[in-house]
């Protein structure tokens, strides 16, 4: 019978083959991207990475503290699939605000034709009966272990 690899070696390798694929990826970008280009990649990523640590990361950590106050009141499991249902909602709503935004100034009319505010809406109905499904499910059943609430009132006594 075959050692299954430790979790470090596969981080470890995963990490020297993604060094390697960024290293090989930045020697080729002056070659294949002038100055201009090249300025603009910089700054789009320069921007990125303002926005990811600037705004994503601040309001997602305020939604998450949020959200296990709501949440303290239902099972571990329960939490998780509020919590991952609110944070796959917001991404599509994000994505689908950019592509909103790209509509409205389209030059071309065949260009981004279709109706994403229509389809925004179908996939929050969706996506709010899924997890209240879920979350239904998880709670009944009780195989997810006691509330956070329940928790914390035993370690309190």
């Known amino acids: 019978m075959k050692a299954v690899p430790s979790v470090r070696a596969v981080r470890i390798t995963l990490g020297v083959a993604g060094a390697g694929l960024i290293g090989y990826g930045l020697l080729g970008l002056p070659t294949q991207l002038g100055p201009a280009q090249l300025v603009g990649l910089l700054t789009w990523l320069a921007v990125a990475i303002v926005l990811h640590d600037g705004v994503i990361v601040p309001l997602s950590t305020l939604a998450g503290a949020g959200l296990t106050r709501l949440g303290s009141r239902l099972r571990p499991a329960s939490a998780a699939v509020l919590r991952g249902a609110l944070m796959t909602g917001a991404l599509v709503t994000l994505i689908t605000g950019i592509l909103l935004k790209a509509q409205s100034e389209a030059r071309i009319t065949s260009v981004l034709e279709a109706d994403y ?7 929050w109905t969706i996506l709010a009966l899924a997890a209240a499904a879920a979350i239904y499910a998880c709670e009944r ?3 997810a272990g006691p509330t956070n609430a329940d928790n914390r009132q035993k370690t309190r006594s």
């Open 141 to 143: 059943s009780g195989i």
């Open 117 to 123: 505010a229509g389809h925004l809406l179908w996939f």
